[in-house]
């Protein structure tokens, strides 16, 4: 069976044609239209742009997935597309597009949950891992950490109370004019740098979510405090150098040291909730997985605990569509087709 996926969330438009065949799932295209040289100008991405740039790249990316995918529109068996969560206008440019070919090829087409993309990543990677999992998706909009007993069924366990990991990564970036996506430049800046060079102040959660108080706080996580601690810092050392811009070493020592702290909360919250939950096997997705240190601190742990880790190649870390074709395999396989009048819903939940 081949499912055409297709993603439009937030600046990246996609399409992917992945193919089941019972019981491991191949990627045969992964088209990925980023937008981040139009929103770059801007230092974030600006949503009404962004849809503008989706509506002008969907049926070129589709068609391209379709060509290379060897699959052309009458080969497809089903539709997979992004409902949310992410930024409506984007959304509805995939979800309109995904609705209108579905109807006229007569496939079913099936609704996908974001997250559950990055989720099943890890799954379209690695094939089927040892049960029960803890995943963590950290990205630029979310950070969870979810207990996956069964395939295709999620538990939320925690999540950031503030800023999404990947968030933190952007505005600290931003505050020390470094450009956009912050991620991979702190990433690549910090290899050169003292990573004790600075103590940031721990972040404990003790109080239980007010938002969610029914589940304990424990695996929450929170990255305002340390952003906060960030820009304290850069304050006070610009005025003691009266500088706008600081010194070269102060930034990459800065990224070094941000990076470890970020990296140690992720890691350790991770293993926690394996070893509370007596996980057999930890998943990490979402961009911030793409970071360099994430991926060896968690690798080097993993040999050390004996519980493998398991992260996709950099292609399924950031935004794509084989993501979605693969969660939209696990949604048909569940007879959950999406109706005629599919709607975006910008904070979907999962
Ligand atoms: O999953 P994604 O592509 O989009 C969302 O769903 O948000 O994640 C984008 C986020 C951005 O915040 C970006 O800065 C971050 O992932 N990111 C990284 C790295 N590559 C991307 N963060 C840290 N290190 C990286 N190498
Ligand atoms: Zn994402």
């Known amino acids: 069976m081949l499912v055409l996926g297709i993603e439009t969330s937030c600046d990246e438009t996609a399409a992917a044609v992945v193919e089941d ?3 491991r799932w191949s990627i045969r295209s992964n088209i990925v239209a980023s937008q981040v040289e139009i929103h770059r100008e801007w230092g974030g991405v600006v949503p009404e742009l962004a849809s503008r740039q989706h509506v002008r790249d969907i049926c070129g990316v589709v068609e391209r997935a379709l060509a290379d995918g060897g699959a052309g529109w009458r080969g497809v068996d089903a539709l997979a597309v992004t409902q949310g969560p992410g930024l409506v206008g984007s959304l509805l440019v995939g979800v309109s597009f995904a609705k209108a070919a ?4 007569n496939k079913p087409l099936v609704a996908v949950n974001h997250l559950a993309g990055h989720i099943e990543s890890i799954w379209l990677e690695h094939g089927p891992i040892a049960l029960p999992a803890i995943v963590l998706v950290v990205s630029g909009g979310h950070t969870s ?13 925690g999540r950031t109370r503030d800023d999404a990991a990947g968030e933190a990564y952007d505005k600290v970036a931003k505050l020390l004019s470094l450009g956009y996506p912050g991620g991979p430049i702190i990433d690549r800046l910090a290899k050169d740098g003292n990573e004790t060079a600075i103590r940031w102040p721990g972040t404990r959660l003790t109080n239980p979510d007010r938002n969610a108080p029914e589940r304990d706080g424990r695996f929450d996580f929170s990255f305002s405090g340390l952003k906060t601690a960030v820009l304290r810092h850069v304050r006070q050392r610009q005025a003691e150098l009266g500088v706008e811009q600081l010194p070269h070493q102060e930034i990459v020592d800065l990224a070094a040291s941000f990076q470890r702290r970020v990296v140690e909360t992720l890691i350790e919250r991770a293993f926690a909730a394996a070893r509370w939950h007596g996980a057999k096997s930890i998943g990490i997705a979402g961009g911030v997985s793409a970071n360099s240190r994430l991926r060896s601190e968690a690798l080097a742990k993993a040999q050390r605990s004996e519980i493998p880790v398991y992260i996709p190649r950099l292609s399924l870390s950031t935004d794509n569509a084989a993501m979605i074709a693969a969660a939209g395999i696990r949604q048909l396989r569940a007879g959950r087709i999406a109706p005629a009048d599919l709607n975006a819903v910008a904070a979907l939940a999962l």
């Open 21 to 23: 065949n019972g019981h």
């Open 102 to 105: 579905a109807w006229s090829l």
């Open 145 to 157: 950490l979810y207990l996956v007993k069964r395939e295709g069924e999620y538990e939320l366990l």
